[in-house]
Each structure stands twice: as C-alpha cells, then as structure tokens.
C-alpha cells in the first residue's frame, strides 16, 4: 500500500519487526467503526461521491462479517489490522476501496481506534468493579457483628468487625472506578480528521465523525492528537492502583487461609489441591491475583518508558503501546473477577476471628480510655497502668477481663468492677461510634450509604 516509491520489498525480519498485526487485530472491531465514521463523513461532504461512500460502507460490513466469521489472519506482510482491514476491503468491492483512506492518515486511524479500544476497557473495568463492591457490600452486611482482630504491623491491635475490614476495601474500590471515570472523561475526544500530523486541506466535519464515535468533540491539536497516549497511561494507572487494590485483598485471604489463622475456607472452586501434599488446599487464585498485580504494574512501567523521550508527532515506537495495555486489560479483568468470586464463596470462620481477636489483649486501650474517662486519669498514666494489667493477664495465661477485681485492684485501687463492662470485644466494637468507626450501627450505615451512591450510579 506504500510501495510505490520502492524498487524491492522488505526483508523478513523488517517485515517481522514491523508488523503489529499479530496484536492490534484485536482492535478489528473499532477500526471498521472508525472507518465507517469517516467514509459517511467523507460522503455527506462531498469528499467522496456518496454512491461510493455506500458501497464503501457495505464493504465494510461484509469485511466485518467475515472477521466475525472466521477471525483475523495473522498477515504480517499487510503491516496492521488498518491497512489489512482495507486490503480486505479491496478484495471485497475493488479500487473504490482506494478512496477511504482519503484525508485519514494510520496516525489518526491507530489514535481513533486505541482510544475506542481503552474505552471499552474503561467501561468492562468498571462494571467489574461495580459487581465486586457488591459482593463485598453483601459479606459485609452479613458480618457486620462479626468480631475479628483488627491488626498494625499484623500483631493484634483492637478488635474490629469483618464488616468493617470488608468496607474499607469497598472505599478503595470507589476510587479505583472514580480514577477510570476521570480517565475516561478526559480522554473521550476524537483525534480522527487530524491525518498524519498536520491536519487536512479537505473540508472535514470533524464534529460528524467525533459525534458518530460516542466522542463529546473532536481533540484540538493535530500534532498533540496522533502523538498523545495519555489516555492510555492514565487507564494503566488507574488499572495498576486498582491491581494494587486487589493484591492487598488477595494477601488477606493468603493470610487468612493458612492453618494459623484458619479466618477463611476458600470454596473448592477457588483451590487447588498439591500434586503430592494430599492434605492442601493452596489459594492459588489469591496468590495470582497478587503476582498480576506485578505484571500490570510492569505494564504501565513498559508505556511510559515507551513514550519517554519521544518527540512531536507519531514515532514507530508508538506501536508497542497495544501489548502493555491489551496485557494489563486481560489480567485485570481476570483478578477482578477471581477475587469477587472468592468474596462471594468464602466462608468466613467468626469463632477463630473471635477467639484471636479475644487473645491479643486486644481490649487493652477500652482499658485505658475507661480509666481516663471514669477515674479522671491522665492518658499516659492510664496507658501505664493497663500496660502493668496486659503483664499480669499474660503472666497468668488468661485475658484481660479474667483477671479479678482484686487483681485489679492491686494494680491500681481506682479500678472497680464496672470496668468489665468494657473489657469485652464486643463491647469494644459498640463502642467506637465515632464516624467511620467499626460500631456495627456504623458499619450498618456505611453499607447503606455506599449502597445508594452504588444506585446512583446504576442510575
Ligand atoms: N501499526 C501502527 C501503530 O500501531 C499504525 C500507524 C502507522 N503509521 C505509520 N505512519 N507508519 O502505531
């Protein structure tokens, strides 16, 4: 399609390194939509008669059904799905096909088709999200009561309820949608109409094309709009917080499955048994989740370093900005899936995470804020004397509320029997009301809050 100022073709390895086929044909479907746009632009301009646009039109449909039918072969000596695309054409309805590709260049052509192809992956990104928040929210309404240890530097620290822990992970999600939602916004312009670099002298209706394409308008800059790939490092980034996210989770239930603790049994269908360990069952799908993570952060890494340094307008090294994303799109959507379909089935073992929560001595500060709000104690004093109360329980092997009142009393005789109206997780947990704390009537209201922004959303 450009050989005409040639006297001989390209060598295999050219034609090997130069082709892009083998992975952008998985844009196939935005770059016929692209081109569809453009050829009905073209003909209610008059740029091309509008006999031709139809049957340039029709010919696309056909060149469509046939890459629905039986796939997109891997033809490197036609470079990339946007001139395979328009070879196919050719076959299909002969020269009249030469007249599509006039006032496009591939620059603007591969920006068109990119930015459809990430703002699908926005949107599939979202919705997944959307379904893992609700599977969080619904295991956390159900454990809203349930008391676990709530952990600093993984020793146990106060007593929280799994509702809680399962909520935080609700707000991290919000964000990560927020992020894709801002990318997306930001990136929803239409670079096609810009042709190589420096924009056309055919009267283009850049606004027909934009509008056809979902886009809110057509991007400003020429040079800016073939050589810009923002959008797609900023969907990576949204991509590797959110994968991020996700490992953080995915650690949890690693943590939580092994014997030690024994706070979740992972459902048979997210296991995997060992070759020769009878007895296991491995959380492989938690510990993928946490290893993706890796690769899609690789993946935003490999981009940027792509585009560094690169100057105005389009260079080849654009090319290699599909893999890294179509990469990071396919292990994202799989861990987001993997890790909502491990919250769903786990079940959740509350008598451990009560007993370990009751172990750690966990009650130690409802110990010492009752001192200070009861006995008008000084906090530090207070944190000093419940510091003398843990060594006694931890001398005798027992917790904190089986220690007598006179046990008590020895350590500081302004301690009386009301006290053990704190000293249990359950009271513990009631009591931290402060807004966003771990009180169930809290927790409670953080579900039904993040439930009606989750309808607002839906909405
Ligand atoms: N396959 C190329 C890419 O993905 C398309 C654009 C090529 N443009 C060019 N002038 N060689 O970036």
Known sequence: MWGGRFAEGPSAVMREINASIP?????????????????????????VAPEDAAAIAAGLEQVAAEFEAAGVPDDLALEDIHMLTEARLSDRIG???????????????VATDFRLWVRDAIDQAEAALGALQDALLSRAEEHADSVM?????????QPVTLGHHLMAYVEMVARDRSRLTDARARMNLC?????????????????????????????????????DRDFAIEYLTAAAQTALHLSRLAEEFVIWASQPFGFVSLSDQWSTGSSIMPQKRNPDAAELVRGHSGRIVGSLVSLMITMK???LAYSKDMQDDKPPVFEAHDLLGLSIAAMTGMVESATFRTDRMRSAAEAGFSTATDLADWLV???????????????RAVAAAEAAGIRLDQLSITQLKEIDDRIDDRVYGVLSVEASVSSRTSFGGTAPVRVREAIAAARRGREEDVR
């Open 95 to 109: 020269p009249v096909a030469g007249r599509l590709h006039t006032a496009r260049s591939r620059n603007d052509q």
């Open 149 to 157: 240890p709530g952990f600093t530097h993984l020793q146990v620290a």
């Open 309 to 311: 340094g690169l100057p």
């Open 191 to 227: 670079p096609l109409g810009s042709a190589a670099l420096a924009g056309t002298g055919f009267d283009l209706d850049r606004g027909m094309t934009a509008a056809a394409l979902g886009f809110d308008g057509p991007t400003r800059n020429s040079l800016d709009s073939v050589s």
């Open 373 to 387: 709000r009861e006995g008008g104690i000084p906090f530090r004093e207070a944190h000093h004397i419940t510091g």
């Open 23 to 47: 992975f952008d044909k998985r844009m196939w479907q935005q770059d016929i939509r692209g081109s569809r746009a453009h050829v009905a632009m073209l003909g209610q301009q008059g740029i």
